[in-house]
């Protein structure tokens, strides 16, 4: 049985995920909040899950992330792109890298673009195909929207990066592969991002109006969005580049 939790953070528009194997007792946790850290153990506990590992799509600068704290709690592997500049001890991830938890497989993909660790991924649940079920996108592609590439400065060269992440990786895949991302309506992440929760490839392609632009108006439009940045920036990515410290 394929376990799936979505959890709507208390920061507004974010999403994260737990996912699983019921029949093994393994999970997989995806962008935890700090202030989730105690649901989703408790969410585990009561599903009899043993959360294997603790993915963060990337070094988030919009919420205090609780994977690295979730991971130590539950025993996990807290774990990051290898091009994460995260300071503390992580499980670094490939392109292409596989994570298993029981039968479902977590293929890892790099989305670069939003930030230079952006990581996409590829979940298939071997027990109903083997073909991937769906994707979870972090912030590189929301539904209605794609991630703002300006967090980290270089925008230019960083939509250009996400551009190429979208169109040369994730819109390979076929049109009915679902997709979530790592926030909705509400975020600051990206401009104009639905409050739907969810969508499909071919949904996004038909209606979702950054991905119907060429690279160069891809590239003016998302770098020209006058977006505020998140509220406690600095304190954010401080502590999220060395969760192992006290916040």
């Given at each position: 049985?394929?376990?799936?939790?979505?959890?709507?953070?208390?920061?507004?528009?974010?999403?994260?995920?737990?996912?699983?194997?019921?029949?093994?007792?393994?999970?997989?946790?995806?962008?935890?909040?700090?202030?989730?850290?105690?649901?989703?153990?408790?969410?585990?506990?009561?599903?009899?899950?043993?959360?294997?590992?603790?993915?963060?799509?990337?070094?988030?600068?919009?919420?205090?992330?609780?994977?690295?704290?979730?991971?130590?709690?539950?025993?996990?592997?807290?774990?990051?792109?290898?091009?994460?500049?995260?300071?503390c001890?992580?499980?670094?991830?490939?392109?292409?890298?596989?994570?298993?938890?029981?039968?479902?497989?977590?293929?890892?993909?790099?989305?670069?673009?939003?930030?230079e660790?952006?990581?996409?991924?590829?979940?298939?649940?071997?027990?109903?195909?083997?073909?991937?079920?769906?994707?979870?996108?972090?912030?590189?592609?929301?539904?209605?929207?794609?991630?703002?590439?300006?967090?980290?400065?270089r925008?230019?060269?960083?939509?250009?990066?996400?551009?190429?992440?979208?169109?040369?990786?994730?819109?390979?895949?076929?049109?009915?592969?679902?997709?979530?991302?790592?926030?909705?309506?509400?975020?600051?992440?990206?401009?104009?991002?639905s409050?739907?929760?969810?969508?499909?490839?071919?949904?996004?392609?038909?209606?979702?109006?950054?991905?119907?632009?060429?690279?160069?108006?891809?590239?003016?439009?998302?770098?020209?969005a006058?977006?505020?940045?998140?509220e406690?920036?600095?304190?954010?990515?401080?502590?999220?580049?060395?969760?192992?410290?006290?916040?």
């Amino acid at each position: 049985m394929f376990l799936f939790q979505h959890t709507p953070a208390s920061e507004p528009g974010s999403l994260s995920y737990l996912l699983g194997c019921v029949g093994q007792g393994l999970g997989i946790a995806v962008d935890v909040h700090q202030d989730e850290v105690d649901l989703y153990l408790e969410i585990a506990d009561q599903k009899g899950i043993q959360i294997a590992y603790v993915v963060d799509t990337h070094v988030h600068a919009d919420h205090y992330t609780g994977g690295y704290e979730l991971a130590q709690r539950s025993g996990g592997q807290y774990a990051l792109h290898k091009n994460s500049p995260a300071q503390c001890l992580f499980k670094p991830l490939e392109d292409h890298q596989i994570v298993k938890a029981g039968n479902v497989e977590v293929e890892v993909i790099y989305t670069p673009g939003h930030t230079e660790d952006s990581i996409s991924l590829v979940v298939t649940d071997r027990s109903r195909a083997d073909e991937p079920w769906f994707l979870v996108t972090g912030h590189t592609l929301f539904v209605g929207s794609v991630g703002r590439p300006d967090l980290k400065g270089r925008a230019t060269e960083m939509a250009n990066q996400l551009y190429d992440s979208i169109h040369g990786r994730i819109l390979t895949f076929p049109d009915t592969m679902e997709i979530l991302p790592g926030a909705q309506a509400g975020s600051v992440c990206g401009a104009g991002i639905s409050g739907k929760p969810m969508s499909t490839l071919g949904f996004e392609k038909r209606y979702n109006p950054t991905l119907k632009l060429d690279k160069a108006a891809f590239v003016e439009q998302v770098v020209g969005a006058v977006l505020p940045a998140p509220e406690g920036l600095k304190k954010i990515v401080a502590y999220n580049l060395n969760p192992a410290i006290s916040r």
